[in-house]
């Protein structure tokens, strides 16, 4: 894939796309909003059951690392598993392209019908393609099952960027504990940081997206806030079942 430097300079008023960054987005919008709306709605629970601050501080420092922990783990064996199935797949493919060659023109041949090219041209494109080896692998891995060399991701790219992003956002609901010995007032303070940080989350994707920046903000924080405020009355609703 050629780079902008590669292609000179840009055309004025030509908007770059995101980069390679794209494939990481899901992993900095999940963590750290994971990280903001778990944690707040843990220490929201345990809060409403009637802990006292130094308990909802080792909880909320507990869910913090095993959230961080949990959410490496996971990034790092999900992405490796696909990315394992694409390289499965693309050894498969070469197998097809070898002992299969004209079934897998004809399943070119639909696919970019599919797209819009008809008649000579589809022919046209179709040949060309045919005719590179590394090209029809490329343009069947990309058409057949969606993989692009530069859209992959990084195993260990995606694992970090989701646990450090995931304890940042587990900090705004874990820090007030430590500061306020009166746990009300660091749920307070908690769900005004966690607040802040899910409007923000929601605002700065669509730097991305395109969207409304407020529209998305506010929905992240209307849904973060919403369950917070359920998770405080069923920790205050367990507080009143056991006394």
Do not use: C
Not at 122 to 143: C, P, Q
Request: no cysteine.
């Amino acid at each position: 894939m050629a780079t902008a430097d590669q292609l000179g300079e840009l055309p004025d008023g030509y908007e770059s796309h995101i980069g390679d960054s794209r494939q990481y987005m899901r992993d900095v919008i999940l963590g750290v909003n994971d990280g903001l709306v778990s944690t707040f709605l843990l220490v929201a629970v345990v809060v409403g059951g009637g802990l006292d601050s130094t308990e909802v501080l080792l909880i909320g420092v507990a869910g913090a690392l095993a959230g961080m922990i949990s959410m490496s783990i996971g990034e790092y064996l999900a992405t490796k598993a696909q990315d394992q199935v694409f390289d499965a797949e693309i050894a498969l493919e070469k197998i097809h392209l070898r002992d299969h060659r004209q079934h897998e023109r004809d399943q070119l041949f639909h696919m970019l019908g599919d797209m819009g090219l008809e008649g000579e041209n589809l022919e046209t494109v179709v040949g060309i393609i045919d005719s590179n080896d590394e090209a029809m692998l490329n343009m069947h891995a990309a058409l057949e099952f969606g993989v692009v060399d530069g859209e992959r991701r990084s195993p260990y790219t995606a694992a970090i960027a989701a646990g450090l992003l995931f304890l940042v956002g587990a900090l705004p609901s874990v820090v007030p504990f430590a500061i306020w010995d009166i746990t009300t007032t660091g749920l307070l303070v908690a769900a005004v940081l966690a607040g802040v940080g899910l409007f923000f989350v929601g605002a700065i994707k669509t730097l991305h997206t395109k969207k409304s920046w407020s529209i998305s903000g506010l929905e992240n924080l209307a849904l973060g806030l919403a369950a917070g405020v359920l998770s405080f009355f069923v920790g205050r609703g367990f507080e009143l079942l056991i006394t």
